[in-house]
């Protein structure tokens, strides 16, 4: 069924990557978890979680601090390389079965009603993992870590895709799984739709426990609204 109106034309989704459209934190650990063991300590799924939301130059110097480790500045920019391809190794083995629930009905059903709809992502690496995951063309826009200077909570990332959409930032409707990610769309003007821990998302406009809540039906009505 088509739902073409004025109202629903008018606005735009912009989706965050990882946890929202991808699960690929998996992979990152898998990737300092090797490292780790390479330097002769173990990492632990628990320790992992301090990497969270944190840049790769500090998550590396949690690591080390975690090894009791020391390394000159050379070799940690070697090794912090040498992580991402590690990475890499392991996206690059995704496909459309690691597409978290729901979401690929919902880009698809944005697509067929010309509702337009952006990637917002610090990743440098989501235009490979759209890519993988086959989803790519369907984006009217992405804006990735490589077309940013400023990270969320900064808004940055959002106010160029909605401008990439020709949209209005009160006409976007911002899709994240981290409280930057929301505080950036809040501080951008937009409304956001929090996926998570309710209590850690409760800055958001709407919370959902999961992307698998984000149904065709609750979309329908975001946009009528």
Known sequence: MQFHTKAMNKKAFIFDLDGVIVDTAKYHYKAWKKLAND??????ETQNELLKGVSRVRSLEILLDIGKVTLPD?????IMHDKNEHYL?????MGQDEILEGMHEVL???KENNIPFSLGSASKN????LTQLDLIDLFD???DGNDVSKAKPDPEVFLIAAEKLGKNPDDCIVVE???AGIEAANAAGMISIGIGDKEMLKEADLNLNSTSE???????KILRN
């Open 108 to 110: 698809l059903y944005l």
């Open 214 to 220: 984000l149904s065709l039906d609750l979309i329908k």
């Open 74 to 78: 050379a070799e940690k920019t070697k």
């Open 177 to 179: 799984d981290a409280i």
């Open 141 to 143: 826009a992405i804006v």
């Open 39 to 44: 330097l002769g300590f173990d990492f632990t």
């Open 126 to 129: 989501a235009r490979l993992i």
């Open 89 to 93: 190794q392991f996206i690059t083995q």
